[in-house]
């Protein structure tokens, strides 16, 4: 089984920065592809960035240019670093990570809220 632990969400003003960390129970390298998910109240999860085992990226439109995706793999860590943060960016974030073998396998952190807020 694999865990994701979320971390370093919390509140942030308008226009200010925050980057929140996942860190996984095994080694990330073994994982196909990892991301981070946003879900705002009373809509459905949506794809924030993905960064694959080769390090190609991918943004969902309203973040490109303001939000980056990176991991560490001798930390077995994937980050987000969000800077001029708005406050439609309020939500919980999960972290996700998944292995295609012969079935395809996705695992998710437990969340952590993103609130920007004056």
């Known amino acids: 089984q694999v865990q994701l632990v979320e971390s370093g969400g919390g509140l942030v003003q308008p226009g200010g920065s925050l980057r929140l960390s996942c860190a996984a129970s095994?080694?990330?390298?073994?994982?196909?592809?990892m991301g981070w998910y946003r879900q705002a109240p009373g809509k459905q999860r949506d794809l924030v960035a993905t960064?694959?085992?080769?390090?190609?990226?991918n943004y969902a439109d309203s973040v490109k240019g303001r939000f980056t995706i990176s991991r560490d793999n001798a930390k077995n860590t994937v980050y987000l670093q969000m800077n001029s943060l708005k406050p439609e960016d309020t939500a919980v974030y999960y972290c996700?990570?998944?292995?295609?073998?012969?079935?395809?396998?996705?695992?998710w952190g437990q969340g952590t809220q993103v609130t920007v807020s004056s």
């Open positions: 996700n990570a998944v292995v295609v073998l012969i079935t395809t396998y996705k695992y």
């Open positions: 095994r080694s990330i390298s073994a994982f196909n592809a």
């Open positions: 960064i694959t085992s080769a390090g190609s990226t």
